[in-house]
């Protein structure tokens, strides 16, 4: 109590003498609108890290649904009674199945739990379509009972709902039951008996999804975490990584072609980041491919968002391999680049060619106009351009339009980035992608980062960016402030930076393996992070048009002498937004100057905390949000206080 008066005191204190000092002067040039800030600048990036799409934003429940995990088929599933795995089963990629057989006495039983991913979440009242491809291979009709189940419960009986399935003839066909559960469950299970008079079942590709999911597709994400990329109205969808992109080896990259297609039978995968950190290990993470191709340009047309698909370049994981041969040579790159023009034909072709025909058979005979395509993820070295420019000539002479993304490897700066961004240049790259995860110094040292950068050259795309504290990486509101601060130099070099996405994107609270991260979920609920309201803000004030603001005549950086201010400024119509980061301990007064034009206050919005090195919570999800403040006024000038270690943005109105 006495600290926090002590600190009100305090606070007042620095208001008071904050009032008194004179204003920082920001002019801001209405009369030479500058660059258009690029629709697709701030967006999103997905990779499956974290379980974020398996036991994520794919609303799948099941675990290795379809038997195929290498290790043992029936990972993550209990077996009882009498239940044999078989490898003939009706789909080619996925043949494995399992066959349910009389246990033999009349006292026991034949069935199958599974456990989900972490469990199974389930909400009272709120229905789930439990599907599987079943058949009696003796001919006549079987009886199954299946329940979700609470194997914690103190009551008479574990389930929480149960239905019958009646399975019949020889041939496989799906069945479902939709099954509503009575009760909230953070860790529930699906359960499934043999019942009746227990004559054989084989059951392959089991799965239970929420019937509410989000725009109710069957094969669907979560509601709750694709809304919450809805509401970032992200300009560019940038997937499926990251990292997963390359693989721990060739032979486990992502593999497009085996996401699209019928659910049943695309081949799981391994996870790249199931081997990265043994000291965060999860020996089950597999990727079903559920969430594959076609989900991703489809979800990205539901959110708004140019697609971005990264595509393997022919070279493994770099920081997994140091061996050259884990490397398809460049003279053997024919089908990597092939995947690469098949993709474009997948997203746009008509449905009249090979792969404009599998996306129309998924539901889609529109074209999904896929405009941008990028070759490697963080790749180095003279390898790098090597592999890269054959995958540049074949996508020019085939598709011109399709702008390219290359990469200056991982690192924000240094001997690799200095030897890759003219690579890229004189390979014609049109976007090059970025990635800094970095500590709070280097954030606050970048306000000017993109103001000298060659205005001849490839546009860029900050592809992977997030403030890692020192000694505290993980998610808290200093980091996101910084970000914020950060994107002033986006945002004011909007002719040159296109593109921006944050990363990771997803994390469950039980199976993260990198931190912080902008959604974290468990299995019920999610919390959206301060840097992810950061994110919202500047897509929600993106504006149209960058507008020229300095401070005694220099850009608002946070520059010696600038009290840590970091600024920038946008034109949407006859609305001015000026976004202001206060970065300093004390609370800094602005005048925001408009020339010769009088305009008029609108709204203002404040995002601060106190908890300075916390964040949201799943039990408090909403601690730490933007605020409407109080900003009136009318004419060339109009003054306000920023307070300490806040991120503001005024409108006005011309
Ligand atoms: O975002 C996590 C990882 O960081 C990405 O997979 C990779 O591109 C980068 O190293």
């Known amino acids: 109590m006495a600290r926090n008066h002590i600190l009100l005191s305090l606070a007042s204190l620095l208001a ?7 204003a920082h ?39 290795n649904r379809s038997f195929e995990f290498p290790q043992d088929p029936l990972q993550g599933w209990k077996a009882f009674g009498k239940v044999e795995v078989r490898n003939d089963g009706p789909f080619d990629r996925c043949p494995h199945y399992v066959r349910l057989q009389d246990p033999g006495h009349p006292h026991k039983w034949t069935g199958l739990d599974n456990e989900g991913f972490f469990g199974i ?11 599987v491809w079943a058949r009696v291979p003796d001919g006549g009709a079987s009886e199954l009972r299946i329940e979700l189940v609470n194997t914690a419960s103190m009551g008479e009986n574990q389930f929480v709902c149960q239905e019958a399935l009646q399975v019949s003839g020889k041939d496989w066909k799906q069945y479902e039951v939709v099954l509503r559960s009575s009760e909230t469950l953070e860790k529930g299970f699906l359960r499934i008996f043999l019942v009746g008079d227990r004559r054989t079942v084989d059951l392959e590709h089991v799965s239970l999804f929420p019937t509410d999911t989000w725009m109710g597709h069957r094969n669907g994400m979560r509601k709750d975490l694709a809304q919450a990329l809805a509401d970032l109205h992200p300009g560019v969808f940038r997937f499926p990584g990251g990292c997963i992109v390359e693989g721990t080896d060739l032979a486990t990259r992502y593999n497009w072609k085996n996401t699209v297609g019928p659910v049943e039978n695309r081949p799981i995968n391994e996870n790249r980041w199931e081997y990265t950190f043994p000291h965060r290990f999860f020996p089950d993470y597999y990727q079903s491919y559920g969430l594959g191709f076609f989900e991703f340009f489809q979800l990205s047309e539901e959110i708004g968002s140019e697609p971005l698909p990264i595509l393997s370049c022919g070279l493994a994981c770099q ?12 003279d053997e790159l024919r089908p990597f680049i092939q995947d690469a023009l098949d993709l474009i034909e997948f997203a746009n072709g008509p449905v009249t060619s090979t792969w404009g025909k599998v996306r129309a058979d998924m539901g889609h005979p529109e074209p999904f106009n896929l405009k941008f395509i990028g070759i490697g993820n963080e790749q180095w070295d003279a390898l790098y351009p090597e592999h890269l420019e054959p995958f540049v000539k074949a996508i020019r002479a085939a598709y011109p339009d399709i702008r390219i993304v290359g990469s200056s490897g991982p690192n924000s700066e240094g001997d690799q980035f200095d030897y890759l961004w003219p690579e890229m240049k004189r390979l014609g790259a049109d976007l090059v992608d970025e990635h800094f995860y970095r500590p709070e110094e280097w954030f606050l040292a970048q306000g000017a980062r993109y103001d000298n950068y060659d205005r001849e050259g490839p546009k860029v795309f900050a592809g992977e960016y997030a403030c890692h504290g020192a000694g505290r990486k993980f998610n808290h509101f200093h980091a996101s402030l910084l970000e914020a601060a950060f994107m002033t130099t986006i945002e004011r070099n909007a002719d040159i930076v296109h593109m921006a996405t944050y990363a990771p994107l997803f994390a469950h609270v039980e199976g993260w393996q990198w931190r912080p991260d902008l959604i974290w979920f468990d299995n019920l609920r999610s919390m959206r992070t301060a840097s992810w309201h950061v994110q919202q803000l500047y897509s929600q004030y993106k504006g149209q048009n960058v507008l020229t ?27 001015v937004y000026v976004k202001v980061i206060n970065t300093s301990e004390q609370p800094q007064r602005v005048e925001l100057a408009f020339g ?25 999800p909403e601690r730490i949000a933007p605020v409407k403040a109080s900003f009136t006024g009318e004419g ?10 806040c991120f503001s943005v005024f409108v006005v109105e011309r």
């Not at 499956?48 to 036991?55: F, H, L, P, V």
């Not at 920081?319 to 460049?330: K, L, R």
């Not at 401070?551 to 006859?574: I, K, P, R």
């Not at 305009?599 to 905390?609: G, N």
């Open 636 to 645: 060339k000038s109009l003054t306000a206080t920023v307070p300490a270690q």
């Open 25 to 63: 002067r920001l002019d801001i040039d209405l009369e030479h609108p500058g660059a258009p800030v690029q629709p697709t600048m701030y967006g999103i990036f997905f990779e499956d890290i974290n379980y974020a799409a398996d036991g994520g934003l794919y609303a799948e429940l099941v675990k």
């Open 549 to 575: 603001l300095k401070m005694d005549g220099a850009n608002v950086t946070g520059a010696e002498g600038q009290d840590g201010l970091f600024a920038s400024a946008v034109a949407d119509g006859n609305k």
């Open 319 to 330: 920081f997994q391999n140091d061996d050259p041969s884990a490397h398809c040579p460049v």
């Open 596 to 620: 010769g034009t009088a305009v008029k206050a609108v709204e203002r919005v404040d995002f601060t905390s106190d908890l300075m090195y916390e964040d949201n919570t799943l039990d408090e």
């Open 121 to 131: 979440g389930l909400k009272e009242g709120e229905t789930y379509r439990f599907s």
């Open 16 to 22: 008071a003498a904050a009032c008194s000092a004179p």
